[in-house]
Nanobody, 127 residues
Framework: QVQLVESGGGLVQAGDSLRLSCATS????????VGWFRQAPGKEREFVAA????????YYPPSVKGRFTISRDSDKNTVYLQMNSLKPEDTANYYC????????????????????WGRGTQVTVSS
């Protein structure tokens, strides 16, 4: 079982930056591809970013590409989501998710591609 804990959310103004963290303990995180998703009230869970086991492969949707960066630190068993130039429409609860992979590709861009989920961290961007 992989337990994921997100942190780093908060209330910021439009144009500000935040860095979210997704940490785990126990199993070796480097065997897992990781994704970030977000969900606003009344909306479906939306894909935000994905990273492969080694960190060599990443993928972003057009809505955040160029503003968000996903990275990982294997020594710290942590995956990060650096969010720059935040917009009010980025307001949501942000979740990290992980899936065991024996290849160095991202797990996917849909929630069902991931087996393990954190409880989320709230990001609120005011205009």
């Amino acid at each position: 079982q992989v337990q994921l804990v997100e942190s780093g959310g908060g209330l910021v103004q439009a144009g500000d930056s935040l860095r979210l963290s997704c940490a785990t303990s126990g199993r070796t995180f480097s065997s897992y591809a990781v994704g970030w998703f977000r969900q606003a009230p009344g909306k479906e869970r939306e894909f935000v970013a994905a990273i492969s086991r080694s960190g060599a492969n990443t993928y972003y949707p057009p809505s955040v590409k160029g503003r968000f960066t996903i990275s990982r630190d294997s020594d710290k068993n942590t995956v990060y989501l650096q969010m720059n130039s935040l917009k009010p429409e980025d307001t949501a609860n942000y979740y990290c998710a992980a899936d065991y992979r024996n290849t160095d590709y991202i797990a996917g861009i849909a929630p069902h591609h991931y087996d393990y989920w954190g409880r989320g961290t709230q990001v609120t961007v005011s205009s």
